[in-house]
């Protein structure tokens, strides 16, 4: 039988910028080009609209009240969780927790993971995390008397394998392997099936931080190795002010809750509690309500287009990014340097000039991008940083901001070193 090449279609980008009143913003004289969506991704009016509907003619507060309204209300949030489990191939809606923002879901699976830890046991993450993925751990293994072990990452921005098989970084002392699925700096994708499975063989839990991830690709939790995976609305089209922690039923249902308050329990008595199975017993209080709705929504809208081909367009503009930025005489590029290896996340540095000077006279001209550590301090330090400029693109990004991006460096480059000339 003749095989048959299936590809993607491109994205229809414009129709999908008109939805983004934002993006016909102009900084002065300039046009925005925004390239800072690993920090926060804009929203589409459908997300603003669902949110804005639901205050408007459904607020309420979920599972207590019981007028209209608040069935309403419950009807929509749960729906949202509904809609969240089935985007991410979780095997049932109980095994979506909402909180906050990711920093919140990592902290909730340390704390209620870390309530097992001792003395002897070892907690394994990697330099490249996130400080919300190493400090909710340090905090963890400082109660309980556990050590905290690291991978190190080699000088091309990759995790470390083989220096953590010769030094038995996961044995049987390991109890979670915490670890990021895509830099938030360096754009590398790690291997999570691969490290899962050397995890699950000595019996630990595999925490994963996918902030970086679900938003711009497909995610199947059935068949990814993670135990627990976190990640947050607001990088998704979504809203800030939610978070999301999945995590296997079964899991979850052994694990003590993280707060204490209303609806996470089952009966209060003055000498005792009981607490409700997931996910209630690890949702305290009144909930994020219309910040679900709004994630619903912008699972929605990404749905929609296909997540498929939100990645295949970013690996594009991610190849033709690196393509001009490696161009640029003095720039140095962190992390890979292959679109099919990274996210869309490009970290750099201008030889000469700080990451914030970068910054300011690029917003000056109306490119916004983000300089700093990024949340990442262990990792620039490990790699001979201070700290580093990033764009980061998503699906409403084009060729020409891409453009602007490389044109506004070179200015700013010549601007602060004129040795280079131009």
């Known amino acids: 039988m003749e ?80 809609t969240v489990a089935s985007f991410i191939g979780a095997s049932r809606t109980e095994e979506v927790v909402f909180t906050k923002n990711a920093s919140e879901a990592l902290n909730l699976a340390a704390h209620s993971l870390g309530a097992s830890l001792r003395a002897g046991d070892e907690v394994v993450i990697s330099v490249m995390e996130h400080h919300s993925n190493i400090v909710p751990w340090q905090m963890a293994c400082e109660r309980s008397g556990a050590t905290l072990r690291w991978f190190d990452v080699t000088d091309e921005g990759r995790l470390d394998l083989e220096g953590a098989r010769r030094d038995s970084l996961i044995n049987e002392r390991t109890r979670v392997v915490a670890l990021t699925w895509v830099s938030n700096v360096l754009g590398t994708r790690n291997p999570i099936a691969d490290v899962a499975q050397q995890a699950h063989a000595v019996g630990a839990t595999v925490v994963v931080d996918a902030s970086q991830a679900v938003p711009h690709q497909p995610i199947d939790v059935a068949t990814l190795g993670a135990d627990l995976v976190a990640f947050t609305a607001h990088k998704m089209c979504g809203p800030t002010g939610l978070g999301v922690l999945w995590g296997r039923y079964e899991l979850l249902a052994e694990l003590p809750p993280f707060l204490g308050g209303g609806e996470m329990i089952e009966v209060v008595e003055m000498q005792r509690s009981t607490y409700a199975p997931p996910p209630h017993r690890f949702e305290a209080g009144t909930p994020p309500i219309a910040q679900a709705v709004g994630l619903g929504a912008a699972i929605d809208y990404l749905s929609a287009i296909g997540m498929d081909a939100i990645a295949h367009h970013e ?22 340097t292959e679109a099919v290896e990274r996210g869309s996340a490009l970290s750099f540095n201008l030889q000469g000039v700080h990451p914030h000077d970068v910054m300011q006279v690029l ?49 700013t480059r010549n601007y602060f070193a004129p040795r280079f000339g131009g």
């Not at 279609?9 to 983004?20: G, H, K, M, Q, S």
């Not at 301090?377 to 400029?389: D, E, V």
């Open 3 to 82: 095989s048959r090449v299936v590809t993607t279609p491109p994205l229809d980008v414009e129709a999908i910028r008109a939805d983004f009143p934002i993006l016909e913003r102009r900084v002065g004289e300039w046009p925005l080009v925004y390239l800072d969506s690993a920090n926060t991704s804009q929203k589409p009016r459908q997300v603003v609209e669902a949110i804005a509907e639901h205050y408007l003619q459904h607020n309420a507060n979920v599972a207590r009240a019981m007028h209209l309204l608040g069935a309403e209300a419950t009807e929509a949030f749960e729906g949202a969780r509904s």
């Open 315 to 336: 690996q594009v503009l991610t190849e033709y990014a690196l393509d001009k930025l490696t161009s640029i005489d003095g720039l140095v590029l962190l992390g890979p």
């Open 363 to 411: 917003d000056s001209r109306g490119v916004a991008i983000r300089g700093g550590h990024h949340c990442a301090r262990p990792l620039h330090k490990r790699l001979g940083h201070q700290s580093s400029t990033r764009a980061s693109s998503y699906l409403y990004t084009t060729p020409a901001e891409i453009d602007a991006l490389a044109d506004a460096l070179v200015f």
